[in-house]
């Protein structure tokens, strides 16, 4: 049983910054077991990749926000952190993260086994 948990999401004005968080739960398991990768879906859009890692903590983003956005793990408390920095209009979504048992760095939705529920991302004027 594998269970992640988003939170961290909120309203934000452009240029600003927010950090979600997606804690793994699961007997016996880190991230060690698991590529991550951070996704989101605008209202009436598609899913689409923002974050990848892979078990050594590299990286690969998206072109819409590489530069803007990180992604990091925590390994001792098994939670996998994407900090968004000038953040714009367009990345109002709802931001998801997933694991994936066997394949790592990638931003397609359909190679990853677990999901967490979703934490909303909006914009105030």
């Known amino acids: 049983q594998v269970q992640l948990v988003e939170s961290g999401g909120g309203s934000v004005q452009a240029g600003g910054s927010l950090r979600l968080s997606c804690v793994l739960s699961?007997?016996?398991?880190?991230?060690?077991?698991?590529?991550m990768g951070w996704f989101r879906q605008a209202p009436g859009g598609e899913r689409e990749g923002v974050a990848a890692?892979?078990?050594?903590?590299?990286?690969f983003y998206a072109d819409s926000v590489e530069g803007r956005f990180t992604a990091s793990l925590d390994d001792a408390k098994n939670i996998l952190y994407l900090q968004m920095n000038s953040l714009k209009p367009d990345d109002t979504a709802t931001y998801y993260c997933?694991?994936?048992?066997?394949?790592?760095?990638?931003?397609?939705?359909?190679?990853?086994?677990?999901w967490g529920q979703g934490t909303q991302v909006t914009f105030s004027s």
């Open positions: 997933a694991a994936s048992r066997s394949v790592c760095l990638s931003l397609r939705p359909d190679v990853y086994d677990y």
């Open positions: 699961t007997s016996g398991s880190t991230f060690s077991k698991f590529c």
């Open positions: 890692t892979n078990r050594f903590g590299r990286t």
